[in-house]
């Protein structure tokens, strides 16, 4: 079974630009997460869909941006990138009924310059 | 904001030795579970216990849950080279949510 997938691998983007990631959850899993894990400190919550529904939102500003599509795969989006946003981008997907497990992607490491 | 915080941040043993690493948190949860990265790479669930469990094995992996003090340890018994890694543990608040909260983490340099 394949495993969450995550594109584009690396990005490089500039100041004010802005970026969209990509995910694929696990066939079956109908949840996906959104986590930020700046260098040298754990993943932090950004946000949770479900169905197609923002089942949550973390601590962060109006710049980020998610969606969940039919098919349960899911875009993050980052307008006016910062310098401060560049980061290991991860998802996760759970199975219906979890008993809160989640399964991550290799993540997708965002460099703003 | 970290929810739980690793104890020690790095630990370096020997192949062969014991490694425990210690998890505290703030909040009532509903369980807490350990994650492994590899250099920067995606994170593996290790394993899961529950609010209502003490103790819980699997394979070389032992950890106990002390809610009474919020805290949990992690121990990886006879540890390989190949253990080497960052240690996170991950709650999710009591109510439902699937949000996880990590700490800061702990990393582990095994030495052959």
């Known amino acids: 079974d394949a495993g969450v997938t995550q594109s584009p691998t690396h990005l490089i983007k500039t100041r004010g630009q802005h970026v969209t990631l990509r995910c694929s959850p696990i066939?079956?899993?109908?949840?996906v997460s959104w986590y930020q894990q700046v260098l040298g400190q754990g993943p932090q919550f950004i946000f949770q869909?479900?169905?197609?529904?923002?089942?949550g939102r973390g601590n962060f500003p109006d710049r980020f941006s998610a969606r969940q599509f039919p098919n349960y795969s899911s875009e993050l989006n980052v307008n006016a990138l910062l310098l401060g946003d560049s980061a290991l981008y991860l998802c996760?997907?759970?199975?219906?009924?979890?008993?809160?497990?989640?399964?991550f992607g290799p993540g997708t490491r965002l460099t703003v310059l | 904001s970290q929810q739980g915080e690793e104890d020690p941040q790095a630990l370096s043993i020997q192949e062969g030795e014991n490694a425990t690493m210690n998890c505290s948190y703030k909040?009532?949860?509903?369980?807490l579970q350990w994650y492994r990265q590899n250099s920067g790479r995606g994170l593996v669930h290790l394993i899961l216990?529950?609010?209502?469990?003490r103790e819980k094995h699997s394979g070389r992996l032992r950890v106990t849950l002390d809610t009474s003090k919020k805290s949990s340890s992690l121990l990886i018994t006879a540890s390989r080279a190949a253990d080497t890694a960052s240690y996170f543990c991950?709650?999710?608040?009591?109510?439902?949510?699937?949000?996880?909260?990590f700490g800061k983490g702990t990393k582990l340099t095994v030495n052959p």
């Open positions: 909040t009532s949860i509903n369980n």
């Open positions: 991950a709650t999710d608040a009591a109510g439902g949510s699937e949000k996880l909260v």
């Open positions: 996760a997907s759970s199975p219906p009924a979890s008993s809160g497990t989640q399964y």
């Open positions: 066939s079956g899993h109908k949840s």
């Open positions: 216990i529950r609010s209502n469990e």
């Open positions: 869909y479900y169905e197609k529904e923002e089942r």
